[in-house]
């Protein structure tokens, strides 16, 4: 890969303790479930399992537990980003009646990869902490937003990424930390790793939002589609970490040595997770 530009970041940006800033859920839904089409409704709306609500037994959709666990973290309100054509989720979610979340639905035509996805969101978002997490994708444990905003907290960090063990290095992004828990590096997709864990939830302040803004912004003006914002291919959130690792960003870890995570992104896993959740 080769060296990402230099960004400067003013010291005004940091994040200090004397005002608590806002914290937003982040949810990036604009995908097209390639791998698991065809099925009836968005794959963050697929039922994977039950819940009691009102004294009354109802499916519980997969994005929920997501919602779930940023309401569990104090979590208020949270932008949902969709494409075009994707109505069902904001007209499921809308008439679920979360009474304990505010839910914004932004609408993009089209994006060829999650960091230009998240990053529609910046004009809501540049204040505030993130936490960004995956509608499709089941974990535990349920309150590990709540950890990840603690170290956050602790260590004045600029992102601190959830890790979870996984048995799959080929399809996710595989981090090296050091022995404090700092990332040194994020091996995208590895078809060989001595490495034992992936990152799927992440908290990040007006640090991280503002320098993917800026690193996205000088990537667009370079290319004139997503499609080749990188010579090797998709451009991922792996990316843009490493891009800030080298603009020496401070980037923290949680490891969920017990922890566990489903993506339901394929028949097989969906199997998976619905018989989990039995």
Avoid at 48 to 58: A, D, N, S, V
Avoid at 66 to 74: I, N, V
Avoid at 163 to 174: G, N, R, W, Y
Wanted: glycine fraction near 6%; charged fraction near 25%.
């Amino acid at each position: 890969m080769s060296s990402p530009e230099h960004h400067s970041l003013g010291a005004e940006t940091r994040i200090t303790d004397v005002q608590p800033p806002e914290i937003v859920g982040l949810v990036p839904a604009a995908g097209h479930g390639s791998r698991i089409s065809p099925i009836p409704c968005s794959k963050e709306l697929y039922p994977i399992g039950f819940q009691r609500l009102e004294r009354k037994i109802r499916p519980k959709v997969v994005c929920e537990y997501l919602l779930d666990a940023m309401h569990l973290a104090g979590i208020k309100k949270a932008y949902i980003v969709l494409r075009k054509g994707k109505w069902d989720i904001p007209a499921y979610l809308s008439n679920l009646g979360l009474a304990q979340m505010d839910l914004a639905f932004l609408v993009l035509r089209e994006s060829e990869s999650v960091p230009f996805t998240l990053d529609q969101a910046f004009p809501f978002i540049r204040t505030t902490v993130i936490a960004v997490g995956f509608p499709d994708i089941i974990f535990h444990p349920g309150d590990a937003f709540v950890k990840l905003l603690d170290r956050q907290r602790s260590t004045a960090a600029d992102i601190v990424l959830g890790l979870f063990p996984t048995s799959d290095p080929q399809k996710v992004d595989m981090v090296d930390i050091d022995d404090s828990g700092q990332v040194r590096n994020i091996l995208i997709k590895p078809r060989r790793t001595s490495l034992s864990y992936s990152w799927i939830l992440a908290v990040w302040t007006p640090v991280f939002t503002r320098f993917m803004h800026q690193y996205l912004g000088d990537i667009h003006r370079r290319n004139t589609s997503t499609k080749k914002t990188r010579r090797d291919g998709e451009l991922y959130m792996g990316h843009v970490i490493n891009a800030a690792i080298n603009n020496n960003l401070r980037i923290e870890t949680v490891s969920f040595s017990e922890g566990s995570y489903l993506d339901i992104g394929t028949p097989e896993d969906l199997l998976k997770a619905i018989r989990m959740v039995r």
